[in-house]
């Protein structure tokens, strides 16, 4: 009728491959990554990204220390060590256990769960596996379910959003975390909350008595600066690799093969992010996204087989850098962050 709300459709897009074609794909494919992973070693699997890890949590100690110094630059020092080591435990570490890819242990694959979503990042484990691993990873870019619009504050302008609002993440990290205890078993809810508690006092503990910070103010002020010190890179990273590719509706989403090289884009190797955040965060995920329980190191290594392979049969390889995707959402934060976004078809794969 006149006047009803329309979904926005894109034109329909044509890949190769049908339904029974996508599955032959993606099973050749899983049979190269699967060769690539049994002739690879367990350093090469889980111990390079544990390394990493480790290494994070040895260097808090100097992070802390160097906060003693009255010496600018040593101070500038401890800054940054405290910020990206609490990038690297909560961004790395709680997706790589999100996915069980720090261990093929279920028992410590479950503790190291708890350890950096909980602990380390101030949020419920239970509901961050949900989210990301059964939402957004089963239903990539699929309206209503794993687009990421749980990112979209339409409310806030273009330039708030994107210089602003990455300060918050630490202050709304855990009181979305206590909005969502609510609904979980007394049990369940009074260990996450021991838990975040623990996190977020130990390190105002360490400030005050290591560190040697003089009032409470200043040791939250501080813990507020380390923790937003790579908001920034993780907010626009989010966005960045989903939200302006193909969005597919509930009934006629295509096959994974084709939903994951469609609506997923890879960004170029960048140091600091490749450490903190993870490659499969940054250069490698697309093939994070056909292979999500592999560690990072693996995504890397297993990298140029998919990127090969999904050049070779004419399937979407999405790549573009940082600094471009940054500008296509200032010029387009509107059509991109506020608009509904429209719903691509794929002919001949629903």
Not at 84 to 99: E, I, N, P
Not at 102 to 113: A, D, F, M, N, V
Not at 166 to 176: D, E, Q, Y
Not at 229 to 236: E, I, K, T
Request: aromatic share 10%.
């Amino acid at each position: 009728p006149p006047g009803a709300p329309r979904e926005p459709m894109e034109l329909a897009r044509s890949v190769p491959g049908g339904d029974c074609g996508a599955e032959a794909l993606l099973g050749e494919l899983e049979g190269l990554v699967q060769d690539v992973v049994r002739a690879s070693s367990w350093w090469e699997r889980h111990g390079v990204d544990c390394a990493i890890l480790a290494l994070s949590l040895l260097a808090l100690p100097v992070g802390f220390l160097c906060l003693c110094s009255e010496n600018v630059l040593v101070f500038a020092i401890g800054i940054t060590i405290l910020g990206v080591c609490h990038s690297t435990l909560t961004v790395k570490g709680s997706h790589l256990a999100a996915h069980g890819a720090l261990t093929e242990s279920k028992r410590w694959s479950k503790i190291w769960l708890l350890f950096f979503v909980e602990v380390c990042t101030a949020f419920t484990a239970e509901y961050g596996k949900f989210s990301h691993v059964k939402l957004h990873h089963g239903y990539t870019n699929v309206v209503g379910l794993g687009d990421s619009s749980t990112w979209k504050l339409p409310y806030l302008n273009r330039y708030v959003y994107m210089f602003l609002a990455p300060l918050l993440i630490p202050i709304l990290t855990p009181l979305v975390a206590l909005e969502r205890l609510r609904k979980v078993e007394p049990w369940m809810a009074l260990r996450t909350l021991g838990l975040i508690s623990l996190g977020l006092y130990s390190q105002y503990w360490l400030l005050l008595n290591v560190s040697g910070f003089k009032s409470p103010s200043s040791a939250l002020a501080c813990m507020l600066l380390t923790r937003s010190l790579l908001a920034h890179p993780y907010l626009h990273v989010n966005i960045f690799q989903h939200i302006g590719l193909p969005m597919f509706s509930r009934d006629k989403k295509p096959r994974r093969i084709h939903m994951m090289s469609l609506g997923v884009l890879n960004l170029p190797r960048l140091p600091v992010l490749d450490w903190a955040f993870g490659h499969s965060l940054i250069s490698c995920h697309v093939e994070h996204h056909l292979f999500p329980t592999l560690s990072d190191n693996m995504c890397l290594k297993v990298k140029p087989v998919v990127s090969r392979f999904l050049h070779e049969k004419q399937l979407p390889y999405n790549e573009d850098s940082y600094l471009a995707r940054f500008r296509l959402f200032l010029s387009r934060y509107e059509e991109l962050m506020v608009q509904a976004p429209l719903i691509t078809e794929v002919a001949g794969l629903q």
